[in-house]
């Protein structure tokens, strides 16, 4: 069974600092996810990465996928209090599995 | 362009009674994903449709869970007998799945429905 593990699991933060939360695997993945939920909703996807090495930008938000394909950070700059919500990574693999999640909290 | 919707929102029964979800995908969309989120993790997959065909209910508990989705289109996902470990957030999600490009496998998620066994 693939597994996917993320840290830290909880980061409370101030607004206008930095962060990185990580995303980590023993296993291969095809694919990588990182997705948004808020509670009360359902996951919202971010972005999908595919090649190792790959680094992609949404706005203050950077994404990078491992060259092994079996890790991935989310780095945020400038936080703000919208960017608080739990954050997923999901790989897909021989099967499609979510990591625990990082719990953000942007403080204002 | 609409998007998953998931009824009902809320539902509370308890243990050894059944519940049934039910879940509506976005249009045209061939993949169909069950979800259970329990409070603090991550969502685990609990059974994939391709159309009105099974992909993967490996980590579906079959003595008590069953889904179905007759016409490829919308689901239902039921519990019976319900425990108290099966509170959680049950969420769908659809995919195009055309297996095409990265963006062929992005899932849209719905709200979700919460679970609470007592």
């Known amino acids: 069974t693939q597994l996917l593990e993320q840290s830290p699991q909880f980061l409370s933060i101030q607004e206008g600092e930095n962060l990185t939360v990580y995303c980590n695997s023993s296993s291969v993945f095809s694919s990588l996810q990182w997705y948004r939920q808020e509670p009360g909703e359902g996951p919202v996807l971010l972005v999908t990465?595919?090649?190792?090495?790959e680094v992609k930008k949404l706005k203050r938000l950077t994404f990078q996928f491992g060259d092994a394909r079996k890790d991935s950070s989310l780095h945020i700059t400038a936080a703000q209090p919208g960017d608080t919500g739990l954050y997923l990574c999901a790989g897909r693999g021989q099967n499609f599995v979510f990591g625990p999640g990082t719990r953000l909290s942007v403080l204002p | 362009e609409a998007g998953v919707a998931q009824s009902p929102r809320y539902k509370i029964i308890e243990k050894r009674q059944s519940v049934a979800f039910w879940c509506n995908p976005i249009?045209?969309?061939?993949?169909l994903y069950w979800y259970q989120q329990i409070l603090g993790q991550g969502p685990k997959l609990l059974i994939q449709?391709?159309?009105?065909?099974?992909?993967?209910d490996s980590q579906l508990p079959k003595d008590r869970f069953s889904a179905e989705r007759l016409k490829g289109v919308d689901s239902t996902l039921k519990i019976q007998p319900a425990k108290l470990e099966d509170s959680a957030v049950y969420l769908c999600?659809?995919?195009?799945?055309?297996?095409?490009?990265?963006?062929?496998?992005?899932?849209?998620f719905g709200p979700g429905t919460r679970l609470t066994v007592t």
């Open positions: 999600a659809s995919s195009f799945t055309s297996g095409v490009g990265r963006d062929s496998y992005e899932q849209y």
């Open positions: 449709f391709q159309n009105n065909g099974v992909v993967d």
């Open positions: 990465v595919v090649t190792g090495g």
């Open positions: 249009s045209g969309h061939a993949t």
